[in-house]
């Protein structure tokens, strides 16, 4: 029973990172219809201009970086690091994507491999981030903030860390934040018109070209936040071309599918979806594969409901 | 919606409606003798005449240009977007390991090259090559048959799925077994999951390949590429590629062109894995069948043209032989790779070559050049 719950708690935390990843991939691909290859490397990049920036301010602050520093030093760190691949993410879509708005969908898809790898690899260079992997500086305690027993006599403990808590409430508040944009305001109703029909939404007044640029700011800056707590998580930073965060990138792109890809509600659903999977799989079958459990399960979906699990059947346009 | 047919549309025999079967044969024949021949001859001659250096490269080169030529079947010829070929590379190079290497343990009890040139040893690895090829090809099929009614982007996903869940299922695999003596007495749960060296990679495999199987298969693989290309079964694939739902309403059945082409690339890229894992100071392992090989792959094909065979030979080439030269600019390579790659979709999608082979590049030229002469 307690090991149910603790492998629950872990899946809920790693969900909620897939969940923000995925919620990227999902608003580019409702809008523009291609997998966007490079989301997955603006989550190294949150991740890596997090470490930078968190490790100048604590030297700053007294170049102490084994005490524990101020509460507001994470919520400085995320929002810059929010800020900074938000613009990044507008800057690919200016540069890369907006030039072949009108090409077939594979040339782009071939241009996001392209930017992928020129992100991967350009992070890598010895004056940005460096090929080695770094230690990210630990801005919250890693202390308990609940311990359940259970039992009788009171002999099964499950711990719930303060830095899986802040995660999905961190998690949680951002995608609560994006529903509202999404579904409340005019912002989001013009993006939803846009992909619906980017054509017809021109034809409204809906400036396509500016929607689709916040779309891309909008899914960069959910990606840095995932890429910071990633980073709270696992601390050992991976160089930015390692294999683990391609990886990292394509469970959350396969969650935007599992979910019905174009579905901001099916992103979150499936994310934690596959996040259970992935965790239930890794401890009660075998860790060894828990990759494979994830990619299963995305084949069994594409066969059953081959639109997601959320999405609406969609008829071929002649 | 017009559908493209690339090459000679005035060939006699297609607009007389059926080829005579010596014909057929002819045409495949003396095209593979030829390059059976070169592949002879480079064999014998250029390791003479440039040295070990370059001609290590040269076998690498073979070895891109079958894989890339494999991919382009997919990919360019039939449209669709694979982005895990290396995984059905991995899977044909472990296969053909486990038959060289276990077959010379149990055939001659040692796993060291066994027998010259064309000795048994030698055919015992082109056998090899042929059962790899056999193995990916019903890997192809069983992907490529429920994944294959997907749309395009889907594909690539799960393609690129297929590949990473090889490379996890290959850590997971039993030590290599030392010596005839150890194997003769191995117990079950050494044999399954199969001895091929977990994640450490399958190391020991008799080093068999050299410029003269890897020229002999390329010369298969590209003959066989472009036959495809110009027959009616590739006009199919093509017409595919170009407008899936007019190519389905002139009763080409979609899916099963899809799943022909995918076989069939699996099944080269099986010669080509068993290729690379038996080139000496290789080890192949499971990295080999993830995603950044299989984007090397992919990046060939895009940059020498979609559907050009001889375009993707002259990429394939050039992107091995170039970081060779820019050893000191290793880790400027991939980056500028990455920069070739966007500019190219920008400013010339198509690829260097476009559908086009070289030749045919040179004698437009020509015409042209004759045009504004008279």
């Given at each position: 029973m307690a090991d149910f719950i603790q492998t629950l708690v872990t899946a809920l935390a790693v969900g909620s990172l897939y969940a923000l990843i995925a919620l990227g991939y999902t608003m580019v691909y409702g809008i523009l219809k291609f997998i966007n290859f490079a989301h997955s490397d603006i989550v190294v990049l949150g991740a890596w201009i997090s470490f930078t920036l968190s490790r100048f301010i604590l030297t700053r602050l007294g170049g102490d970086l084994a005490a524990a520093p101020p509460w507001w030093v994470g919520l400085v760190v995320l929002a810059s690091a929010m800020a900074a691949c938000g613009l990044i993410g507008f800057t690919i879509e200016r540069l890369a994507y907006r030039p072949l708005r009108r090409a077939p969908r594979?040339?782009?898809?071939?241009?996001?491999?392209?930017?992928?790898?020129?992100?991967?690899?350009?992070?890598?260079?010895?004056?940005?981030?460096?090929?080695?992997?770094?230690?990210?500086?630990?801005?919250?305690?890693?202390?308990?903030?609940?311990?359940?027993?259970?039992?009788?006599?009171?002999?099964?403990?499950?711990?719930?860390?303060?830095?899986?808590?802040?995660?999905?409430?961190?998690?949680?508040v951002l995608m609560l934040a994006l529903e509202t944009l999404v579904f409340r305001t005019r912002l989001g109703t013009a993006m939803r018109a846009v992909s619906f029909n980017t054509d017809i939404a021109a034809l409204m007044g809906i400036p396509v070209d500016r929607i689709i640029s916040f779309t891309f700011v909008l899914g960069s800056a959910l990606a840095a936040a995932a890429g910071f707590l990633y980073a709270m998580r696992y601390p050992g930073l991976n160089q930015p071309a390692d294999a683990i965060w391609v990886l990292l990138g394509l469970k959350a792109f396969v969650a935007a599918v599992i979910g019905g890809i174009g579905n901001v509600r099916g992103a979150v659903l499936g994310g934690f979806l596959i996040a259970f999977v992935e965790q239930f799989g890794a401890f009660y079958a075998s860790s060894n594969y828990r990759d494979v459990y994830v990619f299963a399960l995305l084949i069994v979906v594409l066969l059953v409901r081959p639109t997601g699990l959320l999405g609406s059947p969609l008829a071929e346009k002649v | 919606v017009t559908v493209s047919a690339p090459g000679k549309t005035a060939d006699p025999a297609a607009t007389s409606g059926r080829l005579r079967p010596l014909q057929v044969a002819w045409n495949?024949?003396?095209?593979?003798?030829?390059?059976?021949?070169?592949?002879?001859?480079?064999?014998?001659?250029?390791?003479?005449?440039?040295?070990?250096?370059?001609?290590?490269?040269?076998?690498?080169?073979?070895?891109?240009?079958?894989?890339?030529?494999?991919?382009?079947?997919?990919?360019?010829?039939?449209?669709?977007?694979?982005?895990?070929?290396?995984?059905?590379?991995?899977?044909?190079?472990?296969?053909?390991?486990?038959?060289?290497?276990?077959?010379?343990?149990?055939?001659?009890?040692?796993?060291?090259?066994?027998?010259?040139?064309?000795?048994?040893?030698?055919?015992?690895?082109?056998?090899?090559?042929?059962?790899?090829?056999?193995?990916?090809?019903?890997?192809?099929?069983?992907?490529?048959?429920?994944?294959?009614?997907?749309?395009?982007?889907?594909?690539?996903?799960?393609?690129?799925?297929?590949?990473?869940?090889?490379r996890v299922i290959l850590q997971q695999t039993n030590p290599v077994i030392r010596d005839a003596e150890s194997l003769r007495n191995a117990a079950w749960n050494q044999l399954i999951p199969p001895p091929v060296g977990g994640s450490l990679g399958f190391v020991g495999l008799p080093k068999y390949t050299n410029l003269f199987w890897v020229y002999a298969f390329l010369a298969v693989t590209a003959v066989a590429a472009y036959r495809l290309k110009n027959s009616s079964l590739g006009r199919a694939m093509i017409s595919v590629r170009e407008d899936?739902?007019?190519?389905?309403?002139?009763?080409?059945?979609?899916?099963?062109?899809?799943?022909?082409?995918?076989?069939?690339?699996?099944?080269?890229?099986?010669?080509?894995?068993?290729?690379?894992?038996?080139?000496?100071?290789?080890?192949?392992?499971?990295?080999?069948?993830?995603?950044?090989?299989?984007?090397?792959?992919?990046?060939?094909?895009?940059?020498?043209?979609?559907?050009?065979?001889?375009?993707?030979?002259?990429?394939?080439?050039?992107?091995?032989?170039?970081?060779?030269?820019?050893?000191?600019?290793?880790?400027?390579?991939?980056?500028?790779?990455?920069?070739?790659?966007?500019?190219?979709?920008?400013?010339?999608?198509?690829?260097?070559?476009?559908?086009?082979?070289?030749?045919?590049?040179?004698?437009?030229?020509?015409?042209?050049?004759?045009?504004?002469?008279?």
């Amino acid at each position: 029973m307690a090991d149910f719950i603790q492998t629950l708690v872990t899946a809920l935390a790693v969900g909620s990172l897939y969940a923000l990843i995925a919620l990227g991939y999902t608003m580019v691909y409702g809008i523009l219809k291609f997998i966007n290859f490079a989301h997955s490397d603006i989550v190294v990049l949150g991740a890596w201009i997090s470490f930078t920036l968190s490790r100048f301010i604590l030297t700053r602050l007294g170049g102490d970086l084994a005490a524990a520093p101020p509460w507001w030093v994470g919520l400085v760190v995320l929002a810059s690091a929010m800020a900074a691949c938000g613009l990044i993410g507008f800057t690919i879509e200016r540069l890369a994507y907006r030039p072949l708005r009108r090409a077939p969908r594979i040339n782009v898809l071939i241009t996001a491999i392209g930017v992928s790898l020129f992100l991967q690899n350009f992070g890598q260079l010895p004056f940005i981030f460096g090929a080695s992997p770094q230690r990210m500086p630990e801005l919250l305690p890693n202390r308990e903030l609940l311990r359940l027993t259970f039992g009788d006599p009171a002999g099964e403990v499950v711990v719930i860390g303060l830095v899986d808590a802040v995660i999905f409430v961190t998690a949680g508040v951002l995608m609560l934040a994006l529903e509202t944009l999404v579904f409340r305001t005019r912002l989001g109703t013009a993006m939803r018109a846009v992909s619906f029909n980017t054509d017809i939404a021109a034809l409204m007044g809906i400036p396509v070209d500016r929607i689709i640029s916040f779309t891309f700011v909008l899914g960069s800056a959910l990606a840095a936040a995932a890429g910071f707590l990633y980073a709270m998580r696992y601390p050992g930073l991976n160089q930015p071309a390692d294999a683990i965060w391609v990886l990292l990138g394509l469970k959350a792109f396969v969650a935007a599918v599992i979910g019905g890809i174009g579905n901001v509600r099916g992103a979150v659903l499936g994310g934690f979806l596959i996040a259970f999977v992935e965790q239930f799989g890794a401890f009660y079958a075998s860790s060894n594969y828990r990759d494979v459990y994830v990619f299963a399960l995305l084949i069994v979906v594409l066969l059953v409901r081959p639109t997601g699990l959320l999405g609406s059947p969609l008829a071929e346009k002649v | 919606v017009t559908v493209s047919a690339p090459g000679k549309t005035a060939d006699p025999a297609a607009t007389s409606g059926r080829l005579r079967p010596l014909q057929v044969a002819w045409n495949s024949s003396w095209p593979l003798a030829a390059g059976i021949a070169v592949a002879l001859l480079v064999d014998g001659l250029l390791p003479g005449a440039v040295g070990p250096y370059y001609s290590r490269i040269a076998l690498d080169a073979g070895i891109a240009m079958t894989m890339a030529l494999s991919l382009n079947i997919v990919n360019g010829m039939t449209g669709q977007f694979s982005i895990g070929h290396a995984g059905f590379m991995a899977l044909g190079g472990y296969t053909a390991g486990l038959l060289t290497y276990y077959g010379s343990l149990w055939l001659w009890g040692s796993t060291a090259r066994h027998g010259g040139a064309f000795g048994a040893g030698e055919w015992l690895f082109a056998a090899s090559c042929l059962a790899a090829a056999l193995v990916a090809a019903g890997a192809g099929y069983a992907v490529g048959l429920p994944s294959l009614r997907l749309r395009g982007d889907y594909l690539a996903i799960v393609t690129l799925g297929f590949g990473e869940i090889v490379r996890v299922i290959l850590q997971q695999t039993n030590p290599v077994i030392r010596d005839a003596e150890s194997l003769r007495n191995a117990a079950w749960n050494q044999l399954i999951p199969p001895p091929v060296g977990g994640s450490l990679g399958f190391v020991g495999l008799p080093k068999y390949t050299n410029l003269f199987w890897v020229y002999a298969f390329l010369a298969v693989t590209a003959v066989a590429a472009y036959r495809l290309k110009n027959s009616s079964l590739g006009r199919a694939m093509i017409s595919v590629r170009e407008d899936e739902i007019a190519a389905q309403a002139v009763g080409v059945n979609v899916t099963r062109q899809k799943v022909r082409a995918f076989v069939l690339a699996a099944a080269f890229a099986g010669i080509g894995g068993s290729l690379f894992a038996h080139e000496s100071a290789v080890i192949i392992t499971p990295r080999d069948a993830g995603f950044q090989r299989s984007f090397d792959y992919v990046i060939m094909t895009v940059l020498g043209g979609r559907g050009s065979i001889t375009g993707v030979m002259v990429a394939a080439t050039v992107l091995i032989a170039l970081p060779e030269f820019l050893r000191d600019f290793e880790q400027y390579r991939l980056v500028v790779f990455a920069l070739v790659l966007i500019v190219m979709m920008l400013v010339r999608p198509e690829g260097l070559f476009g559908v086009h082979e070289v030749w045919e590049l040179w004698a437009r030229r020509r015409r042209r050049g004759k045009k504004t002469n008279a």
